[in-house]
């Protein structure tokens, strides 16, 4: 799959896919969609474990929002 291709499909899985980290996988990102959340700000609102009972979110996909909201010094909520 080309970059274009792969821009292409990852749109398909979320409204504001561009606004999730590059390689979160298309069940995360419709989980994603699924539950509302808009945007790494929403992620904090949601506990690490909520987010794990979503249907499509994996060890990998949370590792990756994880890796993100402690880049931008933010954590799941307690």
């Known amino acids: 799959m080309t970059g274009s291709s792969k821009d292409a499909a990852r749109g398909t899985t ?7 980290p590059a390689g979160l996988s298309g069940p995360a990102l419709r989980a994603l969609d699924r539950a509302g ?4 700000a929403d992620l904090a609102r949601w ?12 060890p990998a996909g949370l590792r990756k929002l994880r890796d993100t909201l ?9």
């Open 47 to 58: 506990s690490e474990k909520e987010l794990a009972a979503l249907h499509g979110m994996g």
């Open 14 to 20: 979320h409204p504001n896919a561009a606004a999730f």
């Open 70 to 78: 402690e880049a931008k010094g933010w954590r799941f909520r307690s």
């Open 37 to 40: 959340i808009r945007s790494v």
